[in-house]
C-alpha cells in the first residue's frame, strides 16, 4: 500500500522590509490556486503573464500585476490585501517569494516554482534596485510594522553588490540558497512543477503548454499564436504597466525598467572566472550537485 503524502507544514514566519509572511495564516485556500513562487527575478512576472494569458485566451488588456497579487508582500498591509483577494471571482494564481517552510502548504493548490542562475538573478535584481525611486524605499521602510533593518539605496558598483550578496546570502532581500532548498526538496509532489528560466527561454510556447496541462488550464487553440505574442518579452516591456506592479510607479523610468532585458550571461562581462568558479562551488555545497546542475542549467540528472 502507498504511503501517504508528506505535505509541507508552516515551520516559521518571515519579516523584513518586504515580507510579512503571517498573511498566510489567514488566507483562505480555494482547491483551484495556483501559487507561483521563485526566490525573485527568475520569471515571477512572465510566467504570472502566461497563467493569466493562456486562462483569459489572449487579452491585451489584463491588469496582471493587479490579478496576480505578490500575497507576502507587506505593502500594502494584510489588513488591505487579504479582503481584496478574497473578491476576486477568477481563478486565483497568486505570487510568493517564501521558502517552502514559511508558506502556509495546500495539497489542492497548484505550485509552480521558476529557477534561473544566480548569477543571473542579481544582475536583474540591481537593475531593479538601482532604478526604484524615493516612493519604492518610502513603501518599504516607512510603512508600519516593518520588522528588521531598512533597506538602503545599493552601491555603483555592481561588483560590490555581488560581493555582498554572496557573502550575506542574498543581501539586502533574503536568502538564495534556502529558497532554493526548500523547494527542490518537494518537487516531486504531485502538485509542484519546476519551470527553469533557461526552458522559457528555448522555447516559450512548449514551456506554456506544459504549464496549461499542469494547471488543467484548456488553450483556445484559434487564440494561441496571439496568447504567446502576449507573453513576450518585447510584447510585455512594450505593455509592461499592465504586468507590473502599480504601473511601474516604484521606478522613475517607468514599468519598463521593471522588465529589463530579459537575458541571461550579462555577468560574465563583470565577474571573473575566479568569482564564478566561487559561486559554483558554493551552490554545489549549499544546494547538493543535483540542484545546483538544474539551478545552472535548467537540465535534471
Wanted: hydrophobic share 40%.
Amino acid at each position: 500500500m502507498p504511503s501517504a503524502i508528506a505535505w509541507p507544514v508552516k515551520a516559521r514566519e518571515l519579516h523584513s522590509h518586504h515580507f510579512d509572511s503571517t498573511i498566510w495564516n489567514d488566507f483562505r485556500f480555494r482547491d483551484d490556486d495556483i501559487i507561483i513562487s521563485t526566490y525573485a527575478k527568475a520569471g515571477t512576472s512572465w510566467t504570472q503573464q502566461m497563467i493569466a494569458q493562456m486562462m483569459f485566451g489572449g487579452d491585451p488588456e489584463l491588469a496582471v500585476a493587479e490579478m496576480s497579487p505578490w500575497l507576502d508582500l507587506r505593502v500594502p498591509p494584510k489588513q488591505v490585501k487579504l479582503p481584496e483577494v478574497e473578491a476576486q471571482t477568477h481563478r486565483r494564481f497568486i505570487k510568493t517569494h517564501l521558502p517552502v517552510d514559511a508558506l502556509v502548504f495546500s495539497p489542492q493548490a497548484k505550485y509552480i516554482y521558476i529557477g534561473r542562475d544566480g548569477r543571473d538573478v542579481v544582475w536583474s535584481l540591481y537593475n531593479h534596485h538601482a532604478n526604484a525611486n524615493d516612493l519604492w524605499y518610502d513603501a518599504l521602510n516607512n510603512t508600519p510594522g516593518r520588522v528588521g533593518p531598512p533597506i538602503d539605496r545599493p552601491p555603483e558598483d555592481i561588483g560590490q553588490y555581488w560581493r555582498d550578496w554572496m557573502d550575506k546570502d542574498g543581501f539586502p532581500f533574503w536568502s538564495f540558497w534556502e529558497n532554493i532548498r526548500s523547494w527542490w526538496a518537494i518537487r516531486d509532489l504531485p502538485n509542484v512543477m519546476m519551470v527553469h528560466f533557461t526552458d522559457l527561454k528555448r522555447d516559450l510556447p512548449g514551456e506554456m503548454r506544459k504549464i496549461a496541462a499542469f494547471l488543467d488550464i484548456e488553450i483556445d487553440e484559434a487564440r494561441w499564436d496571439t496568447i504567446v505574442e502576449y507573453c513576450s518579452f518585447d510584447w510585455m516591456k512594450a505593455n509592461a504597466t499592465k504586468s507590473v506592479p502599480l504601473g511601474g510607479a516604484f521606478w522613475d523610468a517607468g514599468a519598463e525598467v521593471f522588465i529589463n532585458k530579459g537575458i541571461n550571461g550579462r555577468w560574465k562581462d563583470t565577474l571573473t572566472a575566479e568569482d564564478s568558479a566561487r559561486y559554483e562551488a558554493l551552490a554545489r555545497s549549499e544546494l547538493g550537485d543535483a540542484c545546483a546542475h538544474w539551478l545552472q542549467t535548467g537540465q535534471r540528472a
